[in-house]
């Protein structure tokens, strides 16, 4: 049942990190006037909706992940009626906007923990997990995300709280039935103001073993102990069929997209699956492990062109007809694609337009992540004093603790760090790189002078430009966007799949080829295509480079594929046959 009816199935997202897009008045810091400002630039791009990260009142240690009011707009942000004029402005330019839900774990400075610590016989008493600890320590040996043990001792209750991320963002306790209603009422709240959906916030992590078990797998240091007893844990569904039932039936528009690290092929079906009554999609993080080893991110490996074509079919193929993707290869927890696995110096242009064609070519909805438009490359600060990130603050920490060099990890931070992708949009070459009139609460990425906005429009090749044409491209190419993916088989270095033309609108198959190396490498395509050459069966409809040889290429049935090259072609009527 692939089905075309909602609206984010047809949708081209954009994710706005708030905090680094567009400064409005000079303190540093990107607010919601800043993205009101640059509406018509997304409109121009071609976006059809955006998401926001966090935005409400926040103490920042995780920067806006951390929650204190849900309710309530961050004043860096500005207000609520400025959060208001900007939805509508969203609205009336025929755009959507969906808000992060962070209901895993409040901030430690949200007025119901500091209840739960006060008064555990009062109302708010279970609204958090809290344990007492074994003799010598914490109830387990659990970790969180970000180093460290997962529980912390508070004083004041004389009982450990569960943290699966920073010590200020303790876990909600979602066996308490109270505490999912008041959630339910908060995006209630939200969607009566009008907002379109919600990115949930590590979704697949609210319901925990109550048993609390010890991990006792033998992993590696690194490794996050206590994952089997809270990814996907045991009343997962249950949950998200009562939100479904509470917060999001009465209105079959508002999109839910649940981001879910751990979710594997089966828990993708079943959290999203279209007779789930559960997510409407699901972000999954194949793709981004893709250079991780078996210590986790930060135990950083070298990745190949056939495995990212192996994952992007794993899932594309997998779920065909079950279940509707979410595509992105880069949001605010990841390094920049275009420095990850394009080549962000030489081939600049040409491997940001690459990653644009194969992003834009797979079935389900894409989020662009802001900056990656322009082929925005990793931040790369030289020096620690320059990342903001909780994440790579503790790793760094932890680390040199244990004793590991400075130029070791400073390494690793360089190429993994969040802060690669959380720092000022690039909007010009200017002092402070049009983002702001003050120095940024983070500093600008290295290269902004060079790679920004004005530069790359500036009549030059432009991958603004390219992504323009890709999304409008897709807008009218539904077997772009809805239809069955088919890998190629190729050389190493090639990512090759066919698209296949959807029965709600056959128009044609398409063809997509892209060389994610630096090397020239030839592609047979006598093995793919059998048409006589002279026939116009065959179209090209976009090419990444201005001479393509398109003729020649196709009477010598060879493909001589230059650095980051990338291609559609359509076939048109039925290819089925000709191919194999
Ligand atoms: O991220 C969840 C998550 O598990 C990771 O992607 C995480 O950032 C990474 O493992 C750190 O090493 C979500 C948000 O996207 C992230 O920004 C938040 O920090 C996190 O949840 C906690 O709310
Ligand atoms: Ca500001």
């Not at 927890?333 to 797979?362: I, K, T």
């Not at 990342?387 to 932890?398: A, I, M």
């Amino acid at each position: 049942m692939t089905t075309n009816s909602k609206w984010w199935q047809n949708a081209v997202f954009y994710q706005i990190y708030p905090r680094s897009f567009k400064d409005s008045n000079g303190d540093g810091i990107g607010d919601i006037r800043g993205i009101r400002e640059k509406i018509p630039y997304l409109k121009e791009l071609g976006i059809d909706a955006v998401w926001l990260n966090p935005i409400y009142s926040s103490p920042n240690n995780d920067y806006g992940y951390d929650i204190s009011d849900y309710q309530s707009i961050h004043p860096d942000y500005g207000t609520r009626e400025e959060f208001e004029e900007m939805l509508r402005e969203f609205h009336s330019q025929g755009m959507k906007v969906i808000m992060d839900l962070v209901v895993n774990h409040t901030s430690t400075e949200h007025s119901w923990f500091q209840s739960s610590r006060e008064d555990p016989e009062g109302p708010y008493g279970d609204y958090y997990i809290w344990r007492d600890g074994k003799a010598s320590g914490p109830p387990n040996n659990w970790n969180s995300f970000f180093g460290g043990s997962a529980w912390k001792y508070d004083p004041l209750r004389s009982q450990y709280y569960l943290h699966l991320f920073d010590e200020h963002q303790a876990d909600l306790n979602w066996a308490n039935t109270r505490v999912r209603n008041e959630v339910y009422r908060i995006m209630n709240w939200w969607t009566s103001l009008g907002i379109d959906g919600f990115r949930m916030d590590v979704i697949n992590m609210i319901s925990k073993d109550t048993s609390f078990p010890e991990d006792t797998r033998v992993l590696d240091p690194l490794v996050v102990k206590g994952t089997p007893y809270f990814v996907n844990g045991p009343k997962l569904h249950s949950y998200l069929r009562e939100m479904r039932q509470k917060a999001l039936s009465g209105d079959s528009e508002i999109f839910g997209v649940g981001e879910c690290p751990g979710a594997e092929f089966d828990d993708v079906l079943q959290l999203s699956g279209y007779d789930r009554e559960e997510l409407d999609a699901v972000f999954q993080m194949d793709l981004m492990e893709i250079d991780h080893g078996k210590g986790g991110k930060w135990d950083i490996r070298p990745w190949s062109a056939s495995d990212f074509l192996l994952r992007l079919s794993r899932w594309q193929q997998g779920l065909d007809g079950r279940a509707w993707p979410a595509n992105f290869f880069a949001n605010h927890d990841q390094p920049r694609p275009v420095s990850r696995f394009g080549n962000d110096g030489e081939y600049h242009y040409e491997s940001a337009s690459m990653l644009a064609v194969l992003l834009l070519s797979l079935t389900g909805t894409p989020f662009i992540y802001y900056g990656e438009e322009i082929g925005m490359p990793n931040a790369d600060y030289l020096d620690i004093s320059d990342y903001r990130d909780v994440d790579t603050l503790n790793f760094y920490h932890y680390e040199r603790e244990k004793g590991k060099t400075e130029e070791e990890l400073m390494n690793k931070i360089r190429y993994m760090s969040r802060d690669n992708a959380r720092s000022p949009m690039q909007w010009t070459g200017d002092e402070y790189g049009g983002f702001s009139q003050q120095n940024p609460w983070i500093p600008l990425g290295r290269r902004y002078k060079e790679i920004n906005v004005a530069h790359d429009r500036s009549g030059g090749p432009s991958i603004f430009a390219e992504y323009q044409k890709l999304i409008s491209l897709r807008k009218n190419c539904p077997a772009l966007s809805h239809g069955r993916f088919v890998p190629l088989k190729s050389e190493q270095q090639v990512v090759g799949f066919k698209k296949l033309q959807p029965e709600f609108q056959p128009e044609g198959d398409y063809l997509i080829y892209a060389n994610m190396s630096k090397e020239r490498v030839n592609v047979d395509l006598s093995e793919l295509l059998s048409f006589p050459p002279d026939t116009a069966a065959v179209e090209l409809v976009y090419s990444n480079y201005k001479n393509n040889q398109w003729e020649k290429k196709l009477k010598n049935r060879k493909q001589d594929l230059r650095p980051y090259e990338a291609y559609i072609v359509r076939i048109l009527g039925d290819s089925d046959k000709e191919l194999h």
